[in-house]
Nanobody, 116 residues
Framework: QVQLVESGGGLVQPGGSLRLSCATSGFAFGLYYMRWHRQAPGKERELVAGISSAGISTTYADSVKGRFTISRDNVKEMLYLQMNNLKPEDSAVYYC?????????WGQGTQVTVSS
């Protein structure tokens, strides 16, 4: 059974930091391209960051470059998103996803709220 479970979300003040985790099981994690996405109320889901299967290549949305860092641990089969200098506009539900060829799996999301 494929599972992706996000954790680490919560309420944080502007300028603060959070580290999101995505625990995975049930598929060959090391083969998959992994991504973080987010969706704010009333807005379309957007890609935040992606990382290649070996963790060598990463990509970021312009809005988070220099503030967020995506990483992965292929031994623990975990995906991470370190988020620094958070802004109110970063508030959203954050989802992790796994993609390999025609296979695409998603987690249920974790809420991040940035507010004073």
């Amino acid at each position: 059974q494929v599972q992706l479970v996000e954790s680490g979300g919560g309420l944080v003040q502007p300028g603060g930091s959070l580290r999101l985790s995505c625990a995975t099981s049930g598929f060959a994690f090391g083969l998959y391209y992994m991504r973080w996405h987010r969706q704010a109320p009333g807005k379309e889901r957007e890609l935040v960051a992606g990382i290649s299967s070996a963790g060598i290549s990463t990509t970021y949305a312009d809005s988070v470059k220099g503030r967020f860092t995506i990483s992965r641990d292929n031994v623990k089969e975990m995906l991470y998103l370190q988020m620094n200098n958070l802004k109110p506009e970063d508030s959203a539900v954050y989802y992790c996803s796994a993609t390999w060829k025609l296979l695409d799996y998603w987690g249920q999301g974790t809420q991040v709220t940035v507010s004073s």
